[in-house]
């Protein structure tokens, strides 16, 4: 168990089956494990037009 911190990066894996888990290690620390996909967002998320 771990925590991660908002603008920490880490690389992303895939996610299970039901696409309600991300599988990530955090760039940093080298930790490695499962979080619920709610909580990260990609790079092309931030990039998204806000108008």
Known sequence: MGIG?????CRF???TRDVN???ITMKGSG????????LIS???ESLARTS
């Open 21 to 23: 888990w991300a599988h």
């Open 5 to 9: 911190y908002r603008d920490q990066k």
């Open 42 to 44: 990609t790079a092309k």
């Open 31 to 38: 930790v490695d494990g499962w979080v619920d996909r709610h």
């Open 13 to 15: 894996h895939g996610y």
